[in-house]
């Protein structure tokens, strides 16, 4: 059975820093790509961030150059360190792995219950 537990989130003032955690049960995650959505509440979800099998990244426009995505295979884990919050960063974050048709990523193992970081002035 795929869990996928999420972590680190919480209630910052804007331009602070919080760094989320995913551990992942059920599945090898060092043979899968990796991402996070974040969803505001009454918003449809948007992917922030993904990590390739080989490490190489991509983010959503809007934090790049802000977060930073990144795993760890031996504890299969992946992490989103998010420096510099913003208050349009209030959002449920979700970890998935998946795969990337061409540069595409699709996420195939299901959703987690998700972390709420809310970003304060």
């Known amino acids: 059975q795929v869990r996928l537990v999420e972590s680190g989130g919480g209630l910052v003032q804007a331009g602070s820093s919080l760094r989320l955690s995913c551990e992942f049960s059920?599945?090898?995650?060092?043979?899968?790509?990796a991402g996070w959505y974040r969803q505001p509440l009454g918003k449809e979800r948007e992917l922030v961030a993904t990590?390739?099998?080989?490490?190489?990244?991509n983010y959503l426009d809007s934090v790049k150059g802000r977060f930073t995505i990144s795993r760890d295979n031996p504890k299969n884990s992946v992490y989103l360190q998010m420096n510099s919050l913003k208050l349009e960063d209030t959002a449920a974050y979700y970890c998935t792995a998946g795969t990337f048709i061409g540069s595409s990523y699709h996420p195939n193992v299901g959703w987690g219950q998700g972390t709420q970081v809310t970003v304060s002035s």
């Open positions: 059920g599945i090898n995650i060092a043979v899968m790509a």
């Open positions: 990590i390739s099998r080989a490490g190489g990244t």
